[in-house]
């Protein structure tokens, strides 16, 4: 086959791989070359598995050549850094686990090997998820979107999305608690998932989590294929539910029935305003939705981000990263902490469980104004983000304090959908004069996630987004 093997879809991948038009190592060896020569700008990869990758390729190809064949088998990919990965480096993105090598796969991981995927490296990823940002110690570099070199590709799953969008994947493995999947997609021109609730096992730690795992991908349909194989709830998952129908099958689906589809542009956040492309975006999408047949109403924001809802996820989340960090990191590697990690778990030390479960109190009232408000229809239509790729440094202008809020006003669409537990969707839309992507999410009703599959592959059939590229693709 062509030397461009980037170019071709996932699922076309693994159609080549099953009729023997391509191996398994062949892949493999496309992608690692691409990584070696594209990856020193983009910061992609925390690791890399080169040996690991050809072994398993190897054994791919072992089953193919014997008929055998399951969802993923040969196929290239890439695991967030947040996730334990059995044999292969798992750091969190922090400098004090730059060394620690799990003996087991998290959950998803297992699913996924299981179902054949080869593991080609590990993406970069925020320290412990703190940052809608990627940046951290221990690969010493931002991870950027591929669109402009000087522009982050968000985060949390930054180095899934800067891996896709420049050919080093044909998919990633994401995970999502407050947008960490929808606003990397957004940055780098691709779709990415955040499930309902309960579809994808996430580990138990509380009652409600807030995050949870998904693909992130070209196409509609190799988001959907990765899907189908994350979606097998783990025995005493407390949310855990399985769909009546593959994901594959429902994006076959596209020209469902009409809908009815709320949409707002309106940040939610006092003095801040949604960038014109933001809104052209959003604008753009709801006049196709409406030609295609969709009832589309533009409603008010449902629930502002007041002082106390912001104050509320700031504490949920200090809280939140002192929990993780002061059970992985030994104490006497806590100086190996970003200074904005040390931050936070300082804040989240200095809490109270009154703190914590007022702040729940709050975000449990925003949430619900959303589900009321919203009861009437079957998916909401948001931008991704307030406005383009922020240039680097962007976040850290005003110092550590003003982080978390720089933050929200950035990525503000995103947050109550995890909290509300609803599928949502980031898609591409379009490409700015200056080069930089810009995205819509496409938000449906709980555990709703076929329906809004086959609702994002009407929209990439009505061409939605162009097959566009950013420069290093051509590489």
């Not at 159609?15 to 594209?38: C, D, F, N, P, Q």
């Not at 998904?214 to 783990?234: F, S, T, Y």
Request: charged share 20%; proline share 6%.
């Amino acid at each position: 086959m062509s030397g461009d093997l980037h170019e071709l879809s996932a699922a076309t991948q693994l159609t080549a791989l099953r009729l023997g038009e391509v191996s398994s190592r062949e892949l493999t060896v496309h992608y690692l070359e691409r990584i070696e020569k594209l990856d020193g700008e983009l910061g992609a990869f925390a690791t890399v598995t080169s040996e690991l990758a050809l072994d398993e390729a190897d054994r791919a190809d072992r089953r193919l050549a014997q008929g055998e064949w399951s969802p993923l088998l040969g196929l290239p990919l890439g695991i967030k850094d947040l996730y334990s990965t059995a044999g292969a480096r798992t750091t969190f993105g922090c400098a004090a686990l730059a060394e620690f090598t799990p003996t087991a796969d998290a959950w998803t991981v297992g699913l996924l090997r299981r179902a054949g995927a080869v593991l080609i490296g590990k993406t970069n990823t925020a320290e412990f998820g703190a940052t809608c940002y990627t940046e951290n110690d221990v690969t010493g570099r931002p991870t950027v979107t591929p669109y402009d070199c000087m522009r982050y590709a968000s985060g949390s799953s930054g180095g899934a999305a800067a891996a896709v969008a420049a050919g080093l994947l044909p998919l990633a493995h994401a995970g999502d608690g407050a947008g960490s999947t929808r606003t990397p997609a957004a940055t780098c021109h691709l779709v990415g998932v955040k499930p309902s609730r309960g579809l994808v096992s996430a580990q138990a730690t509380s009652f409600v989590s807030t995050t949870v795992e998904g693909p992130i991908a070209r196409m509609v349909e190799d988001a959907a294929l990765l899907l189908d194989v994350m979606a097998q709830p783990q025995p005493g998952d407390l949310d855990g539910w399985r769909p009546e129908v593959r994901f594959v099958d429902a994006i076959k689906q596209w020209s469902t029935r009409p809908l009815r589809i709320a949409f707002w542009t309106e940040v939610g956040l006092a003095g801040r305003s949604p960038h014109p492309e933001a809104v052209h975006a959003v604008e753009w999408t709801a006049a196709l939705l409406q030609e295609l047949g969709h009832d589309v109403r533009e409603v008010p924001i449902p629930a502002r981000c007041d002082d106390p809802v912001s104050s509320a996820l700031r504490t949920l989340f200090a809280a939140s990263v002192n929990a993780v960090a002061s059970s992985l990191v030994p104490a006497d590697r806590e100086g190996q902490l970003l200074p904005y990690t040390r931050y936070l778990t300082e804040e989240g030390e200095a809490l109270s469980g009154r703190d914590l479960v007022a702040a729940q109190g709050v975000l449990a009232g925003y949430a619900s104004a959303f589900l009321a408000a919203l009861d009437g229809f079957d998916v909401a239509l948001t931008p991704v983000t307030t406005g383009p790729p922020v240039p680097l440094g962007h976040f850290q202008a005003e110092g550590f304090a003003a982080i978390a809020d720089a933050m929200l006003a950035w990525s503000a669409y995103t947050p109550w959908a995890n909290l509300t537990g609803q599928p949502a969707i980031a898609l591409p839309s379009h490409v700015d004069r200056d080069g930089l992507p810009h995205g819509v999410q496409i938000v449906g009703r709980r555990r709703g996630d076929a329906a809004l599959f086959a609702l994002a592959a009407q929209l990439e059939h009505a061409d939605l987004w162009k097959d566009v590229h950013p420069p290093c693709w051509y590489q």
